[in-house]
């Protein structure tokens, strides 16, 4: 794999034939991050029917699995949490979790010495996997 192509050995395997990022000059762009445990299929707070659909889910532990995913990620390509300058959210109910997604959000990022980066959340019918949050995230390497 190039040198820009970038794999975490602590964030979950890629469900596609991506790198868990790219880095281009200064900048690092993550694939998506979910909430899945890396060498399992575990998705924290996700409880599946036998058909594998969503029998119930709790987001407060998908959101701090995917900022723990998000983290390693980052911290695996030679860059730091605080270097986060854009956050692309993507939730599978906006109505019901956008609340619980901001506040776990804002203990992650919001405040005196956090990145604060820009953001924008986005609520799609799915996501690849059964799972209620992914994060598309940009960062810089010093």
């Known amino acids: 794999m ?23 000059g200064q900048l690092l762009f993550l694939s998506g991050v979910g909430p899945r445990k890396r060498g399992t299929k575990e998705i924290p707070g996700v409880t599946l029917n036998a058909d ?50 901001n506040q776990i959000y804002a203990e992650y990022f919001a405040g005196e010495g956090k990145p604060n980066p820009s953001r924008t959340t986005i609520e799609v019918g799915a996501l690849p996997t059964p799972i209620a949050v992914e994060l598309k995230v940009i960062a810089t390497i010093d």
């Open 2 to 24: 190039s040198k820009d192509q970038l794999v975490s050995n602590r964030a979950p395997e890629p469900v596609g034939a991506y790198p868990h990022a790219r880095r281009v």
């Open 52 to 101: 594998g659909s969503i029998a119930a889910y709790d987001v407060e532990a998908q959101c701090r699995s995917c900022f723990d995913n998000v983290r390693a990620v980052i911290e695996d390509s030679g860059s730091s949490w605080d270097n986060i300058v854009d956050v692309l959210v993507f939730l599978t109910n906006m109505k019901d979790d956008f609340a619980t997604f």
